[in-house]
C-alpha cells in the first residue's frame, strides 16, 4: 500500500535550525516594522516559508540575520501596502477583556498603542533604523550590517525619525491637550 503524500515539504536541517535560531529575532523584527499583533503570526509564518523556497539560494555572503531582515522588511512593505486598501474596524474593545485587566495593564497597553501609531507615521526605512536604535539598543554599525546600508546613511535615517517622531508626538500632545472652549468650567 502506498502512503499519502505529506501536506507540507519536509523541513531541511538547515531551515529547521535558522527556525530555531531565529524565530524571536523574526517575530521582534516584524513587530518593530508595524506588523499589527493580530497579523504576527501568519507573517513569521510567512518569512518561514519564503526562507524555505530561497534557503538553496543563500550564498552567506551576509549574516542570516541579514537576509531574514530584508525579507521581514519586503513582507511588512507589503502588509502596510494591503493594509491601506483594507481596513479591519474592530470594536473599541477588541478582544471583550478589558474589565479584567488591571488599571497597569491598561496604561501599558495605551502607551504601546500609542508608541504604534507614532512609528506607524514613520516611512519603513526610517523606522527600521530607528527602532533597530532606540529600541533594541544597536550600534550604527549594526544597523548598517543589518540592512546592509552605509553607516552614513544609517545616522541620516535615524535623524530624520527622530525628527518625525518628535513632530507627530507633538502633535499628539496639542490634539490631547487642545480642549474646546465651551468645555472649560471656570470657579
Do not use: N
Request: with cysteine.
Amino acid at each position: 500500500m502506498v502512503s499519502p503524500a505529506p501536506l507540507t515539504p519536509p523541513v531541511t536541517p538547515v531551515l529547521e535550525q535558522i527556525y530555531r535560531e531565529h524565530f524571536h529575532f523574526v517575530w521582534r523584527s516584524l513587530r518593530r516594522l508595524g506588523v499589527p499583533e493580530a497579523d504576527l503570526a501568519d507573517a513569521v509564518h510567512d518569512v518561514f516559508l519564503v526562507v524555505q523556497k530561497k534557503i538553496d539560494g543563500f550564498e552567506g555572503r551576509s549574516a542570516v540575520t541579514t537576509w531574514l531582515y530584508s525579507i521581514c522588511m519586503r513582507l511588512a512593505s507589503d502588509l502596510r501596502r494591503s493594509s491601506r486598501r483594507t481596513r479591519e474596524v474592530l470594536g473599541a474593545d477588541g478582544d471583550g477583556i478589558a474589565g479584567e485587566q488591571t488599571t497597569t495593564v491598561c496604561e501599558q497597553r495605551q502607551e504601546l498603542e500609542l508608541l504604534d501609531a507614532l512609528l506607524d507615521e514613520l516611512p519603513l526605512d526610517q523606522r527600521a533604523v530607528f527602532t533597530c536604535y532606540e529600541l533594541d539598543g544597536m550600534s550604527g554599525e549594526q544597523i548598517a550590517e543589518l540592512l546592509e546600508i552605509p553607516l552614513g546613511t544609517v545616522w541620516s535615517r535615524l535623524r530624520l525619525a527622530r525628527e518625525r517622531f518628535r513632530r507627530s508626538a507633538s502633535r499628539l500632545r496639542a490634539r490631547q491637550d487642545f480642549r474646546p472652549r465651551g468645555s472649560v468650567v471656570t470657579p
